[in-house]
Structure formats: C-alpha cells, structure tokens
C-alpha cells in the first residue's frame, strides 16, 4: 500500500487488524464506565499504554 503526502510516494505500513483490536481493548477495559478511578488516574494509565504502543511501532507510519 503506498500514500502520498505533498506530494511525495512512500510505502504506508501499519499495525495488523490483531494489534489494533489488542489495543482497543486494553483502551477499552481501564476506561470503563462503571470505575472507582478518578480522571487523573485513568489519564495517566491510558497514557501508559499509548505511550508503549508508540514505541512498538516507532518506525513506522508517515515520513
């Protein structure tokens, strides 16, 4: 799959359905609606996991 951005071609690679789907969950299961949590607490744990999803897939994406 290729992309254009300003004009330049590259190669357009993503996560896997199956990485995407483990990471919709995990999002999904510390922001339930029913949760003793405060705000402040589910923000810092989905940053956590944001934050190691963004490593995982640290080299791929746009240019």
Do not use: C, D, E, F
Not at 13 to 33: D, G
């Amino acid at each position: 799959m290729t992309g254009l951005i300003k004009g330049i071609s590259y190669i357009k690679i993503q996560a896997s359905k199956k990485s995407q789907t483990k990471l919709k969950n995990k999002l999904r299961a510390i922001v339930k609606h029913r949760t003793s949590n405060t705000l402040s607490v589910l923000i810092s744990k989905v940053n956590q996991v944001l934050r190691g999803w963004k490593h995982y897939l640290g080299g791929i994406g746009y240019p």
